[in-house]
């Protein structure tokens, strides 16, 4: 009983965080000095000032008029029915645009997981086994290094060698999986540098517990004992940070797609802002942020199902 | 007198990560204060006859696109990124501290108040959120502090008041205590190591985001000396040119990795730390 009522105070504050997020994004019309109508119309028009009575009729076209409350009641109903607006500067639906990104950037996310994964369990389980010696030295120098690298460096480096000097990838844009090599290499490693020395430590500390040794007292192989009786004592942790990880990894997005063309999320937030497209801006706030939420809330979620010790921590 | 950890683990001697990071720190603080006196020439000041030499007596490291010199550009930048990042960490440890220690402090309800907003502001993507803000304080990397330190705030103030409340009701601040050990001294000895920790992770953290953002043009205004946008500027040359992309990638490479050893060693010397 007390889970369920534990799960509902998570759900609740999950939706109270929804409110106040919509809250920032409605906000941001009236936030902007000025009069919010004539500020959106002068931007329309490249910054000539309006006439005051194309203002008004603009004004009373969008509902700025309105008291506030009723203003926001509005723009939330209109959300919730899934009209966003239409972005100041390409013209088409918000929601529309919003779509496409939000795929591309799961596609990358995805990737940028695989990548992680492929790199970080390997490697950190090789570490723990070579604890102290060359290899796990050499592991754990290379990790600092990659979280000390900036990743738009990193990509531009790998453009060079790969798409411009060996010519075997493009060098961006959105198109099959050889257009998401690079991008995903970036995220993923430079996310691997933390995952390396989790796993590693993970590892060594379960190589040392008692259930372990009996594997290998009874005369398992090095791989058995690893697959079948470390990995699956680390796997709540384990997943419990790559949930963490997959939602810091939109700060990454941010840079990493400008950088390669990539049409998703982060490039379009980075392109709202850059040209001031209020609705544009508005909707991937509220997408970013409820995305966000989400996946926190279900990062928890597994964790306590996972590995009931945690359940009191929900 | 010993330090309380040291009963706990024999103190290590100075490890080479430690050494390593306060030297490469060191010298990256001489570059902050020092640097643009050290310029050979006027980092702003571009010869458009001179664009994109290689490497010279006069131009020691050549010059870039515009024809500035590039080296003098590097050491000018040392005093922009840097000094964002810090501001911006030094603004959210500030408000960050400030709350945690009221919390701490506070009787419950101002306490559970207090921690509920934390929780509220973290539970937010914080790039995002500060993107969003920074674009509504009119862009520029003065407006990406302002909107970092508006957000970051929250993970000094739940770091600090957990400490103190964790340390508080343990035995052996309890014998301090009784031993006639001041708070002051306490708060020193067993909550700032921890506290040097988050700063010294913040801080490289800031300083790979506010060049990554002045890279995409969401940071530092276009001509200014910064790494990112540095990089940025001289991204058409990277095949003809890539020692204008690498150099200014490394100096940022070098200030992280300095910090990062520094905050990786202080973190493995705490008290209950895990390889």
Redesign the interface.
Known sequence: MTVFLRLATRLG??A??LV??SL?GFG?FH??PGDAARQLLSQMMDGAPPDAAVTDDFRRSLGLDRPLHEQYLTWLGRLLQGELGRSLQTGNPVALELGIRARASLELMAASLLVLLALSLPLGLWAALR?GRLPDRVILSVS??A???????LG??L??LFA??LGLLPVGGYGGAAHLVLPALVVGSSMAGLTVRYV??WT??ALGADHVRTARAKGLSTPRVLLGHVLPGTLPALLTLLGLQA?RM??SL??VE??FGWPGMGSY??GA??S?DLPS?QA??LA??AA??AM?LAVDLLAARLDPRAEGLL | MSAASDTAAPPAPLAPRLRWGLLLLGLMALLMVLGPELAPHDPELGRLRDRLLPPSLTYPLGTDAMGCCLLSRLLAAFRVTPVAALAAVGLSAALGCAVGLLSALAPPLLDRCLMRLV??VL???????A??L???FG?GLRAMVIAIALLHWADYARVLRNLIVAERGKLYVRAAEALGCPPFALLRRHVLPALCVLLAHSL?WAI??F???S????GAEPGTPE??LM?AES?SH??SH?QL??VP?LA??LF??AL??LG?RVRDRLPGA??
Not at chain 1, 147 to 153: I, V
Not at chain 2, 215 to 218: A, Q, T
């Open positions: 504050f999950g109270v965080l106040l997020l920032v941001l936030a902007l604890a600092v290094l979280l000390s690298m900036p990743n738009f460096w531009l480096l453009l060079l411009l000097v590693r430590s060594i500390d939602a939109f700060d941010v840079v400008t950088v937030l980075a802002v850059l001031r801006m991937a706030l970013i942020g966000y939420i926190n | 929780e509220g539970a937010l993507p914080l790039l995002a959120v993107l969003v920074s674009g509504l862009l490289s790979l985001t060049a990554g953002l890279f995409i043009g969401l790494f990112g990089i991204r990277l095949r890539p992309v690498l990638g940022i490479m992280v990795l990062n050893l990786d895990s390889r």
